[in-house]
């Protein structure tokens, strides 16, 4: 099959899988108010895929390595630094062309990528043969996948094995010649109830005593026991809304029960080699990181954008203190550029596994999430009051109240009071909103904590370069005995 058109992708969900939205079970998640919403931003990077245009098409479709097929360019393993920037333009353009982020394939192939770097250092033939076979099995059907990583976790103070309840974190409970069961819950799963297939990762370093816990698999999202409970969200455009001519992009959120699910071992990535469990989820997390930090360049630069033109709506584009605030929202933007850009330049080599570059990676993730309310602030500043106060369409709309409101309501007298309040209200979706809300959170912990990427930087960071500069620059140690 290699490109699937947009109806397969979604006659594909309509298998009979078990989601629950609100307490609602949902038969078919391409209809639902929310879901669908989920389903058509996904399926927007398949209708993107099958494009007659040259110039979309040559970045989202790509040639088999063997058989020189068309599949999905996500299924390309990254050998160079090149695929890895193909990786990030592919990204930039869906999210720019489509107006969201079509999450079908992003995060399903940073676990594989990492299942299958981590294989071979395993040095286990089957799980490297497995790993391919999948692969195969996402080129030829041209799947959407996600990748269930986070654990419920349960009292954060105790190990996985010291849990009241053992299934907190994920874990296997059997065994026998045809594959292993398992139990459990994954929860912040993005665009889970779409999948067609889940990837399976340990989200930490497990000890000799939690082997049970050191697992990884691929499995059908209708397999039986599986169980997706998802985050309501926003619905469709309402009339109160001044938003653009487009659909809305949205993606949900599940957290996803495994009851006693059984995974054949032709799905199974690891199993017991607890050894390998901190090295396969600091692996997926480079990935991920490189993947987050990609895919986030587009969203503040639309974001710096309302800045800009809310400035210059207020008549404040030349001011002193505004100028300022925007430069130093650029910095926040183009530093995360040239972060994102640096990474996927300078990759580590796992065999012949082009991974981003580890330091870097987390360096960028670090500097969007624990700057990220600076820069929602300085916009808030920018944008003033009225971002949380302004009449909605339907005031806009009442021809009792129009001409007071585009009377009162107007800005520097270049732009029409209508700009003016699109501008507010698109500002208003990114800066102060339920949906800015939730992106303040995710911008946190998504892709992990900043904890976790500054232990990962700390790792990565050459701390004994440092000291033995230093200890050559007091004269401590000899001049010459270091390189620099």
């Known amino acids: 099959m290699g490109i699937r058109t947009v109806q397969e992708y979604k006659e594909s969900l309509r298998d009979g899988r078990k989601v629950y939205i609100s307490g609602e079970k949902v038969d078919d998640v391409t209809q639902h108010r929310v879901l669908g919403l989920t389903v058509d931003t996904i399926g927007a990077g398949y209708e993107m895929a099958a494009t ?42 869906l999210m720019r062309t489509t107006g969201g982020l079509p999450f079908g394939k992003d995060i399903g192939t940073d676990c594989l990528n990492a ?18 076979n999948f692969l195969e099995h996402l080129r030829k059907n041209d799947l959407h996948t996600c990748g269930a990583i986070t654990c419920v976790k349960g009292d954060r103070s105790k190990e996985p094995s010291q849990q009241k309840h053992p299934d907190y974190y994920l874990h296997v409970v059997d065994k ?24 399976v990762v340990p989200t930490r370093q497990m000890r000799e005593n939690e082997a049970d816990y050191a697992v990884s698999f691929a499995i059908p999202a209708n397999t039986e026991g599986i169980t997706f409970i998802c985050r309501n969200g926003r619905g469709p455009w309402s009339d109160k809304e001044f938003h653009p001519d487009r659909p809305v992009r949205e993606l949900t959120e599940a957290m996803i029960v495994f009851d006693n699910v059984f995974v054949p071992w ?11 469990s901190m090295y396969l989820a600091y692996t997926f997390a480079t990935f991920h990181r490189f993947t987050a ?20 709506y207020n008549g404040l584009f030349k001011v002193g203190h505004i100028r300022e605030k925007l430069a130093d929202i650029a910095a926040y933007v183009e530093t995360l550029r040239a972060l994102a850009n640096a990474a996927a330049n300078d990759p580590v080599m796992y065999g012949d596994i082009a991974v981003p570059n580890p330091l870097i990676a987390n360096m960028a993730k670090l500097h ?25 369409k339907r005031d806009w709309e009442n021809p009792d109240i129009h001409d007071y409101l585009d009377h009162y309501l107007g800005g ?18 990114h800066v102060c909103s339920h949906e800015s809300a939730f992106h303040e959170v995710t911008t946190v912990h998504a892709e992990g904590s900043m904890a976790a990427q500054k232990m990962m930087i700390l790792h ?25």
């Not at 819950?185 to 297939?197: F, V």
């Not at 520097?412 to 979706?429: K, N």
């Open 460 to 484: 990565e960071s050459p701390l004994k370069q440092y000291e033995e500069r230093a200890k050559v620059a007091a004269g401590i140690l000899p001049w010459g005995s270091v390189k620099f």
């Open 52 to 93: 007659d245009d040259p110039a979309i098409r040559d970045l989202l479709v790509a040639s088999h390595p063997e058989t020189g097929e068309p599949i999905n360019r996500f299924f390309v393993t990254p050998r160079t630094a090149e695929d890895l920037r193909n990786r990030t333009r592919l990204i930039h353009t």
């Open 266 to 276: 032709e799905r199974v990535f690891m199993c017991g080699e607890w050894q390998f």
């Open 115 to 132: 299942a299958m770097a981590v294989a071979r250092q395993m040095g286990n033939p089957q799980y490297e043969e497995n790993a391919r």
């Open 293 to 312: 930090i990609s895919y986030k360049v587009p969203s503040v630069e639309v974001m710096a954008g309302c800045a800009v033109a809310m400035a210059k």
């Open 412 to 429: 520097a007298q270049e732009f029409s009071t209508m700009e003016r309040l699109q501008m507010i209200h698109e500002t208003m979706r």
């Open 368 to 392: 969007f999430a624990g700057k990220y309310h600076d820069f929602v602030k300085l916009i808030q500043d920018i944008g003033g009051g009225i971002l949380a106060t302004s009449p909605d």
């Open 176 to 199: 026998n010649k045809d594959g292993i069961v398992v139990k459990g819950a994954k929860i912040h799963i993005t665009s889970a109830p779409a999948a067609n297939e889940i990837l």
